[in-house]
Every structure is written in C-alpha cells, then in structure tokens.
C-alpha cells in the first residue's frame, strides 16, 4: 500500500463549486505540505503543516483553506474554484529520523484538477 | 529568500550518450540539496539527496550530483542513459535549520532512439 495517498485522482468540476482534495499517509510523519503543479512553472506551496495545531501559508494561498484533521489527514479546499486553479496538485510529507531533520519528503501520486 | 535555477526547460540526448542537468541555487548559506524524478503520470520520487560530507553523491540508478558550494550548483550527471530515464527532474534546495524546500522550475529528459 501507498504511504502517501490522495484522493480524488482526477476531478473535472466548474467555477464556483467548492472542492476538497485529501491526504491521508502511514508514514507517521508530523509536516505536510500541499503544492500545485502547472507545465513550466515546477512546484509551488500552497500551505504546509508541521502538527495538527500548526498551519502555514506557502507561496500561493489566495483561494485555497486547509485542515489538519489529524497528524495523519490534511486537506485541501478550493471554497469557490476558478479556471486557473486548474492544476495537478500533489501531498507530500516530512519527517525527523532519529532526530535528524533533513527534509527529504515524500510525495503522493498527485490529484488532476480541473475547473471549467 | 532561496532560489532554484534549472537552466534548461528541455534536455534532448541520444540513447546511451551521457547527460548534465544544470542546477544552481541562489543562497551559499548551509543547505540540503535534492533531485527528484517525476516519471509521466506520476508523482515526485526522490532520486538523490546531498546533506552533508562527501559532495559526490550517487542513486541506485546510475545518476550522481555533485555538490559545488563556490558555484552554488548541484548538477546531476548519467555517463549512459536509457530510455527508461525518460521523465521530468526537479532539483529542490532547503536552508539548513528552514522547514521548506524550494523545487526548481523542472527540466524534461527526452531520450532519442
């Protein structure tokens, strides 16, 4: 089984649904993260979570809400979607090893989102 | 604020000739530094990692990155690729004591025949 998963895989809605990715991952790490994806422009953050009480705003916020439900779940929102918010969005997680922070993170297999 | 540069959007090689992917970051404090690979529909997998010690470092597939503090590059090199290294590289620098990564815009590998 994967240690990072997410759900939808692919998801086609239309402007001004409000959408919710999630993220749900084994590997008992504390940081998440969420980033979107867009051909040319490599990875940006959207938000990142170092526990469950702890949320941070990335480099691209504006139109997106997150929760951390617990250390293992965080989601994604979309309130009111919008054409660019058309994206691959990917999940990924970080953590210590035997107390080392280097972080290395892993990576879900991502959500193709489109907003017509 | 940290930066990545990946100066090629789009290296085409022959099967078999060697490559360079060019990476170079922006801060010469203390960092970690990564490559990932993104295989076609697929996610990021981390291909290899430089935290501290030898600046050679190598993956179990034939790839090696050199780390370079006085040019701030981090290029990684195969003497032979395969078709099967056909995807999509991402080199992502941290700041040594930081909680994020910063991903590089992403250079796509085309293999030729």
């Known amino acids: 089984d994967a240690d990072v998963t997410q759900t939808p895989r692919n998801r086609i809605t239309k402007t001004g649904k409000r959408i919710m990715l999630e993220c749900s991952q084994t590997k008992g790490h504390d940081r998440m993260y969420w980033y979107r994806q867009d051909p040319g422009l490599g990875l940006r953050l959207i938000y990142y979570?170092?526990?469950?009480?702890?949320?941070n705003k990335g480099e691209i916020s504006d139109g997106y809400s997150v929760s951390r439900q617990a250390q293992a779940k965080f989601s994604l929102s979309l309130e009111s979607a919008i054409p660019n918010q058309t994206a691959l969005y990917f999940c990924?997680?970080?953590?210590?090893?035997?107390?080392?922070?280097?972080?290395?993170?892993?990576f879900g297999p991502g959500t193709r989102l489109t907003v017509l | 604020a940290q930066s990545v540069t990946q100066l090629d959007s789009q290296v085409p090689v022959f099967e078999e000739a060697p490559v360079e992917l060019r990476c170079n970051y922006s801060s010469s404090v203390s960092v970690y530094l990564f490559w990932y690979v993104q295989y076609p529909n697929q996610g990021l997998q981390l291909l290899l990692k430089?935290?501290?010690?030898?600046?050679l470092v190598k993956s179990i597939n034939g790839f090696e990155a050199e780390f370079n503090k006085s040019q701030t590059s981090f290029h990684l090199r195969k003497p032979s690729v395969h078709i099967s290294d056909t995807a999509e590289y991402f080199c992502a620098v941290s700041d040594y004591g930081d909680d994020k990564i910063i991903f590089g815009k992403g250079t796509r590998l085309h293999i030729l025949p």
């Open positions: 979570s170092f526990d469950v009480k702890d949320i």
């Open positions: 430089y935290l501290s010690g030898s600046t």
């Open positions: 990924a997680t970080s953590g210590s090893s035997s107390g080392l922070v280097n972080n290395e993170q892993f």
